[in-house]
């Protein structure tokens, strides 16, 4: 079992910036594939950014590409979500997850799951 902790949500002008991180305990990540999605109000859980075990390869969702950056921070057992220019749209609830050997990265069907933090994006 590994338990995922993420933290950095807060209220955040349009353009700007917020790093979210998840800590772990139990558990090394850089063994797990990584992922985020985020929940806004009345939508489904949806896919936002992941890195492999191997911190090889990133992946974005197509609303997010070019404004939001995923890395590990191993010393610190720790993935983080750097989130620049933000927009309202950006609004949810942001959850990481980690999974030893997810295939389809962008599918919300990792074994661990945070609690989530809460980001919002004022106009």
């Known amino acids: 079992q590994v338990q995922l902790v993420e933290s950095g949500g807060r209220l955040v002008q349009a353009g700007g910036s917020v790093r979210l991180s998840c800590a772990a305990s139990?558990?090394?990540?850089?063994?797990?594939?990584m992922g985020w999605f985020r929940q806004a109000p009345g939508k489904e859980r949806e896919f936002v950014a992941a890195?492999?075990?191997?911190?090889?390869?990133?992946y974005y969702a197509d609303s997010v590409k070019g404004r939001f950056t995923v890395a590990r921070d191993n010393a610190k057992n720790t993935v983080n979500l750097q989130m620049n220019s933000l927009k309202p749209e950006d609004t949810a609830v942001y959850y990481c997850?980690?999974?030893?050997?997810?295939?389809?990265?962008?599918?919300?069907?990792?074994?661990?799951w945070g609690q989530g933090t809460q980001v919002t994006v004022s106009s």
């Open positions: 139990g558990r090394t990540l850089s063994r797990y594939t």
């Open positions: 890195i492999t075990r191997s911190a090889s390869s990133t």
């Open positions: 997850a980690a999974n030893p050997r997810t295939v389809v990265v962008t599918a919300p069907t990792y074994d661990y």
